[in-house]
């Protein structure tokens, strides 16, 4: 938007744990954010939060291959072109979604072990990811 002439749209509000935010084209944002029910975690939810509107287009949650993996903030990527958001855990599981509609469109077990940082090549065609450190000796 353009700051400028057009007035801010409405505060973005997320009852439990914002983890990452963004950018999905120039009208919306994707939100990384986790599930909370009763006081504990479930898990992690995506959204799709339109910038010219003020609300949710969509929230999805994030299943991922061990129940403990979903538990806390994860690792998230959107394309170049604004189309995919790509997301990672505790586990190895990276899971791609479209980002207009929220879908499920791809998943890769990319590890061994868990996948803390998720990035699309410039073009948007492909999704590296990798492990930061390791706590073995």
Known sequence: RDV?????????????GVWQIRFAGNDAVIVGHNEVEA????????????????KFDWTV???FQSAAAGLSEGWLAVSPDGTRAAVSNRDQLVVVYDAGTGKRVDENAAHAEKVEWVEFSKDGKAVTTCLLYTSDA
């Not at 400028?4 to 439990?16: G, I, K, N, S, T």
């Not at 006081?39 to 003020?54: D, E, M, P």
């Open 39 to 54: 006081g504990s975690h479930k898990g992690i939810r995506l959204s799709r939060w339109n910038l010219t509107t003020g």
């Open 4 to 16: 400028d002439r057009e007035p801010a749209p409405a505060a973005l509000r997320v009852e439990h």
């Open 61 to 63: 949650g994030v299943a």
